[in-house]
């Protein structure tokens, strides 16, 4: 959805600024909620619901759709004045507190791909599978760095009571104890969740709690009774615990994923697709026994059975006329299948089934179970999943709910409800708000402290070095991030580091501050120098500073890592170009992406999407393939595109000149790959960075060449190696400049030794005032302006033909 859309999907009526996240959804794990929660707030950012500095939010709820985007929008707008999160209990995630409950990001889609991945994938607040205790304690952790580092401020113990909307759009937020703030506020998100489970004021526990079948019964009774109602993930998932010894949830959900299905599997699947055909109404316990059980591997039946628990009775009640639904995991649909006719083969009949039977009286939550046409009973330990106590939950703002249409008509599971997937804006911007690393959850990325990055440089064995630095080189593309000074101890000579010297000037070029401490000042001043002549870089107002100064002894924090020279250069240069990738990836979404941020080309509103569309698959190639980013990226930045590559080519390619020269020469790139009328890609080897079946093509964001500032003559003596040149920064018309010949050459020379025929050489196209105008204009105007540079070219060709067939005649 457009964010557009996601906020008209989301707002209460009659009201401007009060949205509900996720409290009426379908499918509704972690994974799931976080998902809604960074697309509502970059919905939010995207519509300017909030102003980005001065504007006041508040979130109401603290699970993980509530703090997930508390945390987005304390990244995402550090200039608010406020941003208040309430929860009625004493902390937030209080329910998976402590939990053994087991959470999977993708458990819920599988078989689909990707769904076996245990990372959760997102930008921030990003988790891994496990107990939900454990994953709870990882998303708190972040949202208590971001409440610690921003203006957030969570207003625990405090029930909010009332919103009142105002015609103008600022919401009151009213709460239940009389010194508790009562703010208005600019927009107000409702990420009060589904509430506590119904029924838990008698015998059954809470789905969160510890769960007492997790191990052994003990027990004086003989085969001790347990019985389960509900049909649902909860029901599924107690009905499993029960029916396995002593096997923690986390352990079942191994035990699951770990099966090796055979030929049923691609059953199982088929099954699936029948189940969500339109008009469907399979008894899915039927279809698998039908089915599944004559294909089923013999080892399955001996795991399974293996797990069961001995000397128990389990009592398996739902109010439905069919025991699985195929709303449910399919995880959990086959285990209990698997549990079911296991039970039946070998003959235990241990386990009762019950469907379609109503309570007798009120729901048993206490005492004997008694079911509609059967004796009562009265079982050891009962768990009744029945759903959550939604009325008690969204009480305090049903006169808002009245008239929401989710909730007066929830999405109905017309098809498969797979888990919600990132907007593509909301993964630009949350993937480009990933800078500070203490937000993150990968535990490879250290934290880094304030103050200048001290960086360690020493000689290893044979010929390797010793890198020294809170940050690894594998987390060299944070260097940058920070937005910190470097400070470099280098105990080794400019000779001995040669290999490494091209990153260290690179590193430091694109750095606010850069010193190095040396035994040998001299030799690095020279190194660095000549590495960094004003010639390496793409224009003249870049200012690249170095200091080398006598060397310092100095702790340095963090691990040693040594490597072979080649390695740890390598290492680092394609960590860096990482990272010039993914501002370039944000700073195209900035301008091409819902923001619009002026650049001085107006782009037309379709072309601007297809642009990004465009942008979006190259994207994709650029990050799979390394060599392919590298050319791509450095020859934005670069006019010379000589093999082999000097040494001092990656200087240039770092953020301080992604802005001025890499944004515009890849949206010119895009603009001549979707008119052209040609399948233009990035080339991932010489010549060039474009390439098709019919060119090859160099775009270049240069502002100077040999010292001097781009023109038609500099531009057209320069040996370029690509049929097609397009210089952004370039504002003369194609025409001036193929017709502005050197005065001692002819359309109608020959070609001299080494040199190629005037009449063949690049078609190089500036970013002249027909090409701005056809951006504003669109992509037809587009398309018919290269459609014109393509012509002209054509015809002086011919009538450069026609002038070497005279002249020999």
Known sequence: MTPKQIIDNTRIPGTQSILVLGSFEKRVTVYAQQVRALNLIDAILSESLVRPVGGKVAIIGGGAAGITAAVALARACPGLDALDLFERNSGVLALQHGSRRFLHPHFYDWPAPGSENHDAGLPIMNWTAGPAGDVAATLRTEFESARHNSVLTLHEGQTVTKLVPSQLGPVRVVVDKGSAVRRIYDVVILAIGFGLEAHLDGETPSYWSPSNLAGPIHTQLQNPALFVSGNGDGGLVDFLMASFDALEHHEIGALLMGLDLGPARAELETIEQQAWTAGADLDLLAEYRARLTPIMPLTVWQEITARLRPGVRIHFHTRENRLLRRTSALHNRLAAYLVLEADCQIGNNAITVTTGAEFD?????????????????????????????????????????????????????????????????????????????????????????????????????????????????????????????????????????????????????????????????????????????????????????????EWQRTAVPGPAVELAAPVLAATVQGRLDREVLRQLHAALYDILGPPAAPTGW????????????????????????DGLCRRFLRLLTSEDDREPVPEAALIGLGPKTLRPFMTKSTIFALAFAVSSGMLVSPAGVHPGNLTCDALTGHSCGVSWINYRLLGTRRAMNQAWTTGVVLLSQLREAVRMMEGDLRMDRSMSDAPAVGRIAPREEPLIIGADEGFITALEAGEPELRTYLQSIYRWRNETAASTLEEVAGDAA
């Open 602 to 625: 107006p782009i037309e509103q379709a072309l601007r999407k297809h642009l990004w569309d465009q942008w979006s698959q190259w994207h994709a190639s650029l990050a799979a393939d």
């Open 361 to 549: 009286g009120d729901v048993p939550k206490r005492g004997e179970i008694r079911l509609v046409g059967q004796a009562p009973f009265r079982p050891w330990r009962r768990f009744l999943r029945l759903g959550p106590d939604s009325p008690s939950n969204l009480k305090p703002f049903e006169d808002l709910f009245a008239t929401y249409p989710g909730a007066l008509n929830p999405p109905l599971s017309a098809t498969r409800p797979e888990s919600p997937a990132l907007t593509a804006s909301a993964a630009v911007r949350f993937t480009a708000l990933r800078l500070d690393p203490a937000a993150r959850n990968d535990s490879a990325a250290p934290a880094i402290s304030a103050g200048p990055l001290i960086i360690g440089l020493a000689s290893g064995r044979e010929g390797s070095f010793v890198w020294s630095c809170e940050l690894g080189p594998d987390d060299a593309d944070q260097i940058w991030s920070g937005g910190r000074n470097i400070a470099l101890h280098c105990e080794l000579s400019a000779v001995d580091a040669a290999p490494l010297a091209p990153v260290l000037a690179r590193l430091g070029a694109h750095s606010p501050g850069f010193t190095l401490y040396a035994k040998d000042v001299a030799g690095w001043h020279a190194s660095l120098t000549a590495l960094c002549t004003d010639t390496a870089l793409p224009g003249p107002d870049l200012e690249i500073r170095f200091t080398v100064a």
